[in-house]
């Protein structure tokens, strides 16, 4: 029978004394059957949660190995992301989360924002998500083809060239397709803007 393990973790403290049974001290690696872990930050907040069905912890790096996690990013109590991906690894005490494989990223809109990529780094310590690789933004308006993009906290997307956009239309088809240089879409606005380097050319596209 497998045993659910929650972990509760105060950065930078790792705090395991209420779960002693997880650790043992004469392995390198402990395999945890199913894991459901929630990180805070020093002042108590919620930051994010995981949860992964087969995942290991090395004592040694003090480093988590996930396979097929869910994250939820958090404001607050709220979710504001849910990211899934083939496997994952948490380290430089919680600070670091990296997902790797068919790594999607939700946002909670009705209108159903995803994010796709091969890769996923976020350093807690700052405000960025950095995304690498066959990257796919779409909803019911857009989809957007780069092979780079950082997610801010101001909710705006950063592709970076070349970007590939496609238009919908009223009946969820392809209306017209256009390459471009850096594009940003805004998820606050449903709004996408490109601007070339030269500053001289740039649109807005308002949905």
Do not use: H
Not at 48 to 67: A, C, G, H, R
Request: glycine share 4%.
């Amino acid at each position: 029978m497998n045993k659910i393990y929650r972990l509760i973790i105060f950065l930078p403290l790792f705090m395991l004394g209420c779960a002693p049974n997880v650790i043992d001290e004469n392995k390198v690696k402990q395999k945890i059957d199913s894991l459901d872990m929630t990180i805070f930050s020093e002042s108590g907040d919620k930051i994010y949660s995981i949860t992964s069905p087969n995942s290991s912890y090395d004592n040694i790096e003090l480093k988590f190995e996930l396979k097929k996690p869910i994250i939820n990013i958090l404001n607050g109590e709220e979710t504001k992301y849910i990211i899934s991906s083939e496997e994952s690894s948490l380290s430089d005490n919680n600070k670091l989360l990296e997902l790797k494989g068919n790594v999607k990223l939700k946002t909670l809109k009705k209108d159903g924002d995803i994010l796709y990529a091969d890769n996923f780094i976020w350093n807690i310590e700052k405000t960025n998500y950095l995304l690498e690789g066959n990257i796919r933004f779409e909803n019911q308006n857009i989809i957007l083809n780069s092979g780079k993009a950082i997610l801010g906290s101001d909710n705006i997307i950063e592709f970076f060239n070349p970007v590939k956009y496609i238009i919908k239309d009223e009946n969820n088809e392809s209306k017209y397709e256009i390459n471009s240089e850096n594009a940003y879409y805004n998820l606050n606005t449903e709004s996408v803007s490109f601007k070339a380097k030269d500053k001289r050319v740039k649109s807005i596209i308002y949905f």
